[in-house]
């Protein structure tokens, strides 16, 4: 997939396919991993991948509104660290290149997420 900077990140990936694709194989990875797993436990995942798939159209530039929680309300006493956030964004990355990103891409999908890493993490700095 191409890095043509004239188009939005979202349209570089592919569009709510890729989205779609990225997000299902994204929580097969997160779901296997030991350190994250905990967090998921009481958590409806049709509801989570349907929030993620909206929160990432809405956050790579796509033609969709996020209408779930505030990032730090969802996570808040949750006791989600950096460690934690460095992982989930780890298997994301994985995942980008897994279904075919391009690694210019992929990078600028990790920096956009990055962003709301004290969000989701709490931390105020």
Same mark, same amino acid.
């Given at each position: 997939?191409?890095?043509?900077?004239?188009?939005?990140?979202? *349209?570089? =990936?592919? !569009?709510?396919?890729?989205? *779609?694709? #990225?997000?299902?194989? +994204?929580?097969?990875?997160?779901?296997?991993?030991?350190?994250?797993?905990?967090?998921?436990?009481?958590?409806?995942?049709?509801?989570? &991948?349907?929030?993620?798939?909206? $929160? +990432?159209?809405?956050?790579?530039?796509?033609?969709?509104?996020?209408? !779930? &929680?505030?990032?730090?309300?969802?996570? /808040?006493? &949750?006791? =989600?660290?950096?460690?934690? $956030?460095? /992982? +989930?964004?780890?298997? #994301? #990355?994985?995942?980008? &290149?897994?279904?075919? =990103? *391009?690694? /210019?891409?992929?990078?600028?999908?990790?920096?956009?997420?990055?962003? +709301?890493?004290?969000? =989701?993490?709490?931390?105020?700095?």
């Amino acid at each position: 997939m191409s890095a043509d900077a004239s188009t939005s990140l979202y *349209d570089r =990936i592919g !569009g709510a396919p890729a989205v *779609d694709a #990225l997000i299902d194989a +994204f929580y097969v990875r997160v779901l296997a991993d030991p350190v994250l797993v905990g967090f998921f436990h009481h958590t409806p995942l049709e509801r989570l &991948r349907a929030m993620q798939k909206e $929160f +990432f159209c809405m956050a790579l530039g796509g033609p969709v509104n996020y209408t !779930g &929680r505030s990032l730090s309300h969802a996570h /808040h006493g &949750r006791g =989600i660290t950096r460690e934690h $956030f460095t /992982h +989930f964004v780890s298997h #994301l #990355l994985e995942t980008l &290149r897994d279904i075919g =990103i *391009d690694d /210019h891409d992929a990078d600028r999908v990790i920096e956009h997420i990055n962003t +709301f890493a004290n969000e =989701i993490t709490g931390a105020s700095y």
